[in-house]
């Protein structure tokens, strides 16, 4: 599980790691894309359709025999607690340990990856201004209560190194 603000790498972290690792990727931005599509941002049932479809997605990779799975999600302080409740209780039910790093960077960093070349034709945060509102907006700062995470600063690091200190930190 890697979890951070928005744009500051995760998935091509993740990406990385995976293709090391012979493992799957999935962001948790895909649920929120069908959520917003489906319910619509901030409407009742949103925050519980995309926790539903992200949760879903994981049991069927588990159900695949998938050997191994990165997934990215943001976690933000409280907010987020609802569905880091059922990842929990999911990957408790399938007994599977999941373990948990938390990426962060400079603000001066963080603000030259959101506005590459790589964001542009998506549907994700591409400006320093939004960026600047999102990051005041909600608090991005806390690891996950009650749940063991490491934290990466990956300000100097690229996404290949960021990934080969994650991988020297697993347990298996």
Same mark, same amino acid.
């Given at each position: 599980?890697?979890?951070?603000?928005?744009?500051?790498?995760?998935?091509?972290?993740?990406?990385?790691?995976?293709?090391?690792?012979?493992?799957?990727?999935?962001?948790?931005?895909?649920?929120?894309?069908?959520?917003?599509?489906?319910?619509?941002?901030?409407?009742?049932?949103?925050?519980?359709?995309?926790?539903?479809?992200?949760?879903?997605?994981?049991?069927?990779?588990?159900?695949?025999?998938?050997?191994?799975?990165?997934?990215?999600?943001?976690?933000?302080?409280?907010?987020?607690?609802?569905?880091?409740?059922?990842?929990?209780?999911?990957?408790?039910?399938?007994?599977?340990?999941?373990?948990?790093?938390?990426?962060?960077?400079?603000?001066? $960093?963080? =603000?030259?990856? %959101?506005? /590459?070349?790589?964001?542009?034709? +998506?549907?994700?945060?591409?400006? &320093?201004?939004?960026?600047?509102?999102?990051?005041?907006?909600?608090?991005?700062? $806390?690891? =996950?209560?009650? %749940?063991? /995470?490491?934290?990466?600063?990956? +300000?100097?690091?690229?996404?290949? &190194?960021?990934?080969?200190?994650?991988?020297?930190?697993?347990?298996?």
């Amino acid at each position: 599980m890697i979890f951070g603000p928005s744009g500051i790498g995760k998935e091509t972290i993740a990406r990385h790691l995976a293709a090391q690792k012979g493992w799957r990727v999935f962001p948790q931005h895909l649920a929120f894309d069908i959520a917003s599509a489906v319910i619509g941002f901030g409407n009742d049932g949103f925050e519980k359709y995309q926790r539903d479809l992200c949760l879903n997605a994981l049991r069927t990779f588990y159900s695949n025999k998938v050997t191994g799975v990165v997934f990215t999600f943001c976690y933000v302080s409280k907010a987020s607690d609802f569905f880091v409740r059922g990842l929990l209780s999911l990957l408790n039910e399938m007994q599977v340990e999941g373990e948990f790093f938390r990426i962060n960077c400079e603000l001066k $960093e963080h =603000i030259a990856r %959101v506005t /590459s070349d790589g964001r542009k034709n +998506t549907n994700k945060i591409q400006t &320093e201004e939004y960026l600047r509102d999102y990051l005041q907006k909600f608090d991005f700062g $806390e690891s =996950i209560p009650n %749940v063991s /995470s490491c934290v990466l600063d990956t +300000t100097s690091m690229t996404p290949e &190194e960021s990934a080969n200190a994650i991988a020297a930190k697993l347990r298996t």
